[in-house]
């Protein structure tokens, strides 16, 4: 084998594992750019689901707050009550904020306002 061979195949071989390399890191690129989309996607989703336990909470503990208030007409079974009427409309609107990417969601949780500001 000459030189001139050995030569073109040395720069193949470097061109064929630098293509190599640029086709790899795109696709890890890609594939970390998906990670991080569905790690963003599933951050919501959390603080959603947690969002909507807490407001539940809130609604369930204001209203127990209140029977026990007419029940029994002492005024310590209205702090849960009070601190849940004040607290309500800054995580419903925090809610609603995160519901705007899901139209579906977004429905639903309308439909719930009304409800949830009756209870």
Sequence with gaps: MDATKSRALGVA???????TLLVLSI??????TRYAN???KIRGARRILALNE??????????TGQRGFLLTGRLAYLEP???????????MS???TLLQREPE???R???LQPLIAEK
């Design 54 to 63: 807490t407001l539940l909470d809130r609604v369930r503990d204001a209203e």
């Design 13 to 19: 071989a470097i061109a064929t594992a630098l293509a």
């Design 109 to 111: 949780f309308e439909q």
């Design 27 to 32: 696709l890890c690129f890609q594939d970390w």
């Design 38 to 40: 569905a790690y963003l």
């Design 81 to 91: 009550y009070q601190s849940g009427v004040s607290r309500v409309p800054a995580e």
């Design 105 to 107: 969601q977004s429905k």
């Design 94 to 96: 925090e809610l609603a």
